[in-house]
């Protein structure tokens, strides 16, 4: 018994570090002038003055924050975990998915007057923003996001098992999406960003899922 336990526990171990995103292979968008990878963990130095927000409210677009991504099609999940050395107002460390410039997600943690938020701007040609305050200063927040057919759910979590989900929203399907994790200091002169445990995981296509189980 003791040794299928053991064998149980190595394979669900070697399935886990197989989920693992090698962060060395991902690709940078708006690289920042400081970074590194080391145990398959990044650190920042977020680029000051940057952000992403398209059109709505405030009358401008920008598209200016490190971006470290890599790219996936279909239907997938991924985590990450998240923490940040914030200074000024509207600092936020995030997951994002992203298609283009006028369709794209960014959810996690954005400090504002003091306080914690989570925190996410979905776009589909013109920005929104939702934003849920936390009673708490957490030293590391994770965040899940599931994308299935025309829709992706969103998650966070303090512990990284127990999540509690925030937002549904639609996102364009059967396009390729750059999958990774940004930070932006819009407000200000820039902070350390640490991203551990990026995982993604493939999700087999619910569609064909179900027409495979009718035709058996």
Request: charged share 25%; with cysteine; proline share 3%.
């Amino acid at each position: 018994m003791k040794k299928i336990f053991l064998i149980l526990v190595c394979t669900f171990t070697i399935i886990m570090e197989g989920n693992a995103q090698k962060l060395s292979s991902m690709h940078w968008l708006n690289e920042p002038a400081e970074w590194e990878i080391k145990d398959n963990k990044l650190t920042m130095e977020v680029t000051p003055q940057s952000d992403y927000w398209t059109k709505s409210h405030y009358e401008f677009t920008v598209h200016d924050g490190p971006f470290l991504y890599t790219e996936r099609s279909g239907e997938f999940e991924t985590v990450v975990k998240m923490s940040g050395v914030y200074k000024t107002r509207f600092d936020q460390v995030c997951l994002m998915l992203r298609i283009d410039e006028n369709n794209y997600i960014k959810t996690g943690v954005e400090y504002v007057d003091g306080v914690y938020n989570i925190s996410t701007v979905h776009t589909i040609d013109k920005s929104s923003w939702s934003v849920m305050a936390l009673k708490e200063k957490p030293k590391n927040v994770w965040m899940k996001a599931v994308r299935r057919l025309d829709a992706v759910e969103i998650f966070y979590s303090l512990d990284g098992k127990n999540f509690t989900m925030t937002n549904t929203v639609y996102f364009p399907e059967f396009k390729t999406v750059q999958v990774g994790m940004m930070a932006a200091s819009p407000d200000g002169n820039g902070f350390k960003a640490i991203f551990e445990e990026f995982k993604i995981i493939h999700l087999p296509d619910k569609r064909r899922l179900e027409w495979l189980q009718k035709n058996q």
